[in-house]
């Protein structure tokens, strides 16, 4: 009698499980219900997990991040320069890749003078007085530094004595530009045989040892020509905007 109502039990579930296996209509709900619950089931997991590492692991977090911004921000510059250079490296084959620039976080004191917002002086360490430095906000040209009685004195991109070396466009048409006391720089000294297009973007050359190659310093808004050279007026990308920390470039190469 056992035997026997083993076999029929055995023979019934053989066949619940067939149908199952083979029962499309049968396998639907039941299939959808299991994802449903799995898919609950790791949602409320990770959702555990994510609140026991904010909870647990954020100071941690925040001060690692900290220090990698730290990092990233005195680095940033040099990175600039070297992409610069891998750049030049495939289209010229003697490019020597040298990135030896000595990039510092500087800090501003005061302004120069009451109403003159072009100009700052800054506190930088171990100063030379002997020397002109570059001043970048990131990767945007902010200005350069000078000595005036012995002290580091910043002028910003507008002021007029401000004045770097620069490429244009995709041409790199070289020039000077300087401030004019206004929102906007003027290129000077463009040779005329460069074509010169409004939207171009006008990168630092490098070639006066104050700025690294390639950083940003605004776009073309006009064209003009005089003298047998033109001059390009330029929107700068830096905008005096709380000017409280930048990075002084105190050697390229």
């Keep these: 009698m056992n035997k026997e109502l083993f076999s029929y039990l055995f023979v019934i579930i ?25 898919t609950s089931y790791h949602n409320v997991n990770q959702s555990i997990k ?4 904010e909870h647990f692991f954020q100071a941690q977090t925040i001060n690692n ?14 990175m600039q320069e070297l992409a610069r250079e891998i750049h030049d490296l495939y289209q010229e084959n003697n490019s020597s890749l040298k990135t030896t620039a000595d990039v510092e976080l500087v800090r501003t004191i005061s302004y120069e003078k009451f109403g003159n917002f072009n100009r700052l002086w800054m506190e930088v360490p171990d100063y ?7 001043l970048a906000y990131k990767e945007l040209v902010a200005g350069i530094v000078i000595s005036k009685n012995g002290r ?5 991109n507008q002021d007029i004595k401000s004045a770097y070396a620069v490429y244009i466009g995709n041409s790199s048409a070289p020039g000077i530009v300087h401030g004019n ?4 720089l003027i290129v000077d000294f463009i040779p005329a045989w460069f ?8 990168l630092t050359s490098g070639l006066d040892n104050i ?20 001059n390009a007026i330029i929107e700068p990308y830096y905008k005096n905007n709380e000017p409280n920390y930048f990075h002084m470039i105190r050697s390229i190469r």
Excluded: C, M, R, W
């Excluded at 396998?27 to 619950?37: D, M, T, W």
């Excluded at 991040?65 to 040099?78: D, P």
């Excluded at 580091?152 to 910003?156: C, F, G, I, S």
């Design 181 to 184: 006391n206004d929102n906007l």
């Design 195 to 202: 074509k010169i297009q409004k939207g171009d973007e006008v």
């Design 152 to 156: 580091a004195l910043a002028l910003l």
């Design 65 to 78: 991040l900290q220090h990698k911004l730290a990092k990233y921000e005195n680095n940033h510059l040099v």
């Design 211 to 230: 700025f690294i190659k390639g950083l940003k310093v605004g776009h073309v808004l006009s064209v003009t020509s005089a003298q047998g050279y033109q």
């Design 128 to 134: 030379n007085s002997s020397k002109i430095y570059g």
């Design 14 to 38: 053989a066949l619940i499980i067939g149908a199952l296996y083979y029962n499309n209509t049968i396998q639907s709900p039941i299939i959808s219900s299991l994802n449903a619950i799995k």
């Design 50 to 53: 994510d609140t026991f590492n």
